[in-house]
């Protein structure tokens, strides 16, 4: 056979039937993975092609055949761990059943989010998985239905929206890590997140747009009311964003002089600069300051002390949606799916009872 063209030479189907000495007709049945041939036409195409180097025109084969072969993600943070193994998930699930993935970063902002998923739209995705950044604005979303296309929500359940959702149980698992704070002593508790308000205050769960963390802050709350106390709202703070809006709701929290001695971290991002902020203003952990976190990132176990965490199954969060979605994608018809996915709480040496 032929040595390879040259790679500034595109190889086209016709090329690749010639070389085998078949149709184009045949070579395109072969290379497209549809209709029948014998093993021995089959092979030889196939020969043919690698020997040519043949690539296929994705933009030609979504036009003949209606799919693209890709899948389109929008996540929050790529640089959140949480989302980069959730992403790992999705990708090593797609991959093994023949997908490619477009990812695209909403920032946490609806417009980017909503620009995203016109860009992917536009780029004929068959699908698309969307962690939504709020919980309130879904008239993007449900676009991507009217297109013909189908939907998984990651992480972030909307039931209105009536589409295929993998989450976690973070209601319960935050109702669980609160009562452990509280069977150890500690009455004052703080939770704090990246989410905000305009004026950076909570007052009500619909106040939080991101479900997942919406749901967390209903559980803590809960849990603290079941205990006898009434005042759980006003330990929720808002808004740690960037290191310096972290640092700035620390020295608030650090500064008190009923200062929490407990705090649960939303994610591992704002856990790793809490646990920073309070080693370098010198409150000994886990005598001074318990703390825990969602997400068990690789660093909360090597600190000393290591963090105790709530480790989501994020990587299989990320699996399931993919596996959910291309199920749709081959004809699955039942009614929206919601999976919820248990915590398992991991407890290490950064909480202890309250010294004072």
């Given at each position: 056979?032929k040595?390879a063209?040259?790679k500034?030479?595109i190889?086209?189907v016709?090329d690749?039937?010639?070389l085998?000495?078949?149709?184009?007709?045949?070579?395109?049945?072969?290379l497209?993975?549809?209709?029948?041939?014998?093993?021995?036409?089959r092979?030889?195409?196939?020969?043919?092609?690698?020997?040519?180097?043949?690539r296929?025109?994705?933009?030609?084969?979504?036009?003949?055949?209606?799919?693209?072969?890709?899948?389109g993600v929008?996540?929050?943070?790529?640089?959140?761990?949480f989302?980069?193994?959730?992403?790992?998930?999705?990708?090593?699930?797609?991959r093994s059943?023949?997908f490619?993935?477009?990812?695209?970063?909403s920032?946490?902002d609806?417009?980017?989010e909503?620009?995203a998923?016109?860009?992917?739209?536009?780029k004929?995705?068959?699908?698309?998985i969307?962690?939504?950044?709020?919980?309130?604005?879904?008239?993007?979303?449900?676009?991507?239905?009217?297109?013909?296309?189908?939907?998984?929500?990651?992480?972030?359940?909307?039931?209105?929206?009536?589409?295929?959702t993998?989450?976690?149980?973070?209601?319960?698992?935050?109702?669980?890590?609160t009562?452990?704070?509280?069977?150890r002593?500690?009455?004052?508790?703080?939770?704090?997140?990246?989410?905000?308000?305009?004026?950076h205050?909570?007052?009500e769960?619909?106040?939080?747009?991101?479900?997942s963390?919406?749901?967390?802050i209903?559980g803590?709350?809960?849990?603290?009311?079941?205990a006898?106390?009434?005042?759980?709202?006003?330990?929720?703070?808002?808004?740690?964003?960037?290191?310096d809006?972290?640092?700035?709701l620390?020295?608030?929290?650090f500064?008190?002089?009923?200062?929490?001695?407990?705090?649960?971290?939303?994610?591992?991002?704002?856990?790793?600069?809490l646990?920073?902020?309070a080693r370098?203003?010198?409150?000994a952990?886990p005598?001074?300051?318990?703390?825990?976190?969602?997400?068990d990132?690789?660093w909360?176990?090597?600190?000393t002390?290591p963090?105790?965490?709530v480790?989501?199954?994020?990587?299989?969060?990320?699996?399931?949606?993919?596996r959910?979605?291309i199920e749709r994608?081959?004809?699955?018809d039942?009614?929206?799916?919601h999976?919820?996915?248990?915590?398992?709480?991991?407890?290490?040496?950064?909480?202890?009872?309250p010294?004072?």
């Amino acid at each position: 056979m032929k040595e390879a063209q040259s790679k500034n030479v595109i190889v086209t189907v016709a090329d690749v039937a010639r070389l085998a000495g078949v149709s184009k007709a045949t070579a395109a049945r072969v290379l497209g993975g549809y209709g029948t041939v014998s093993d021995k036409v089959r092979l030889e195409v196939k020969a043919a092609a690698k020997a040519l180097d043949y690539r296929p025109n994705e933009l030609a084969r979504s036009m003949t055949t209606g799919r693209s072969g890709t899948i389109g993600v929008v996540v929050g943070d790529i640089e959140n761990p949480f989302f980069g193994s959730a992403v790992r998930g999705i990708s090593d699930m797609a991959r093994s059943a023949g997908f490619n993935v477009v990812l695209a970063n909403s920032g946490e902002d609806v417009d980017v989010e909503r620009a995203a998923i016109k860009t992917l739209v536009a780029k004929r995705v068959d699908g698309l998985i969307v962690s939504p950044a709020r919980a309130g604005e879904t008239e993007h979303l449900k676009e991507i239905g009217r297109s013909g296309r189908s939907l998984v929500l990651l992480d972030r359940a909307i039931p209105a929206l009536g589409v295929d959702t993998v989450t976690a149980d973070d209601r319960q698992a935050a109702e669980a890590v609160t009562r452990l704070l509280l069977a150890r002593g500690h009455r004052r508790i703080a939770y704090v997140t990246a989410c905000d308000t305009p004026d950076h205050l909570y007052r009500e769960a619909s106040d939080i747009h991101t479900a997942s963390v919406r749901e967390r802050i209903e559980g803590f709350i809960h849990a603290g009311r079941d205990a006898g106390i009434s005042d759980m709202e006003r330990w929720v703070r808002l808004g740690a964003t960037t290191p310096d809006s972290i640092r700035s709701l620390a020295a608030d929290l650090f500064g008190n002089v009923d200062m929490p001695s407990a705090i649960i971290a939303s994610d591992s991002l704002i856990a790793l600069e809490l646990f920073k902020l309070a080693r370098d203003s010198g409150i000994a952990m886990p005598d001074a300051l318990s703390l825990l976190t969602f997400h068990d990132a690789t660093w909360t176990a090597v600190t000393t002390p290591p963090v105790t965490v709530v480790r989501q199954p994020v990587y299989e969060l990320g699996e399931a949606a993919a596996r959910m979605l291309i199920e749709r994608l081959k004809g699955v018809d039942a009614p929206p799916r919601h999976l919820v996915l248990p915590t398992e709480l991991i407890e290490r040496g950064s909480i202890a009872p309250p010294s004072r």
